[in-house]
């Protein structure tokens, strides 16, 4: 079912005006407003099966993030800043002229997402997180590591990596093989450099943290989330451990789900579909409830 959204989703762009960057995003379904936010390295057709299960209920908007794909790709580290990355999705929301949204993320896309719930909450009704602790959670665990240990992170921004990176390696965690086809064409229409640039402008590499104004930017207390949460997390994800959501409840100030689905890695709403979406879809229904009440 998956397959068939390809040639179902209609497709648009939404205007940045902050810095007039074009956002392109697949949309479909009709009802309230789901905005989708893929990883790295992802697109759009990510949430393929989820936009199935939910465009029954919603109209479901996948973006493309900056860089990716058919969104546009400008040049400079600096401009895939948090700031820059908040602000894509929100021109996205408005875009479509509703009130308030449903936000769904996963890896950056999950990253951006926190941040839009925590200083947007008027415009955001309820968010889905998949894979990525909250960001004041994930700086507890930061501050607590050995800043001198290099991180995966450290790798993608590195020199050797960018030399050895391509379309197809980019596109080697995708395990079928036609779906495999359209992750390298969107990945060729990509800018490789800006995939990087999401690291190197936001990630506390070894790199960043010499850097004083980084570590002050970084280390800026966030406010919590006030809005219902949803977190989604694959067991055996080697990226992000599950343990970096203890405690999550501290920085949400509203009902708080996790759930942690055995057999599944890093890419969750891809290894898990139907767990996922029974999860996603119960959950939107049980929250719509309550809010009735």
Known sequence: MGQSIWESVNHGYAINKEDNIRIHFAVYGEGPLVVMVHGF?????????????????????????????????????????????????????????ERKAILVGHDWGAAISWRVAMHYPDLIERVIICSIPNPSARLREFQAANPDKPTYA?????????????????????????????????????????????????????????????????????????????????????????????????????????????????FVHVDAVERVNTIMSGWLKSVEIVGTR
């Open 154 to 266: 450290d790798i993608l921004v590195s020199q050797e990596f960018r030399k050895g990176i391509n379309s197809d390696l980019l596109a080697d965690w995708v395990k079928d093989s036609e779906v495999k086809v359209k992750y390298v064409e969107a990945f060729n229409q990509s800018d490789i450099d800006a995939m990087i640039g999401y690291y190197k402008a936001n990630y506390p590499t070894t790199e960043n943290l010499k850097n004083e104004s980084f570590v002050k930017n970084f280390s800026k207390p966030l406010p919590n989330v006030k809005i219902p949460v949803l977190i989604i997390h694959g067991k055996e994800d080697t990226y992000q451990s599950a343990t970096q959501h203890n405690n999550a409840w501290d920085y949400v100030d509203a009902e708080l789900v996790i759930a942690i689905v055995p057999g599944a890695s890093h």
């Open 41 to 97: 390295p992802d697109f759009w057709y990510t949430w393929r099966h989820q936009i199935h299960a939910l465009s029954e209920n919603y109209k479901v908007v996948a973006v493309d993030l900056r860089g990716y794909n058919l969104s546009d790709k400008p040049k400079g580290t600096e401009n895939y800043s948090y700031d820059h990355l908040v602000g894509d999705i929100i021109s996205v929301i408005h875009h479509f002229g």
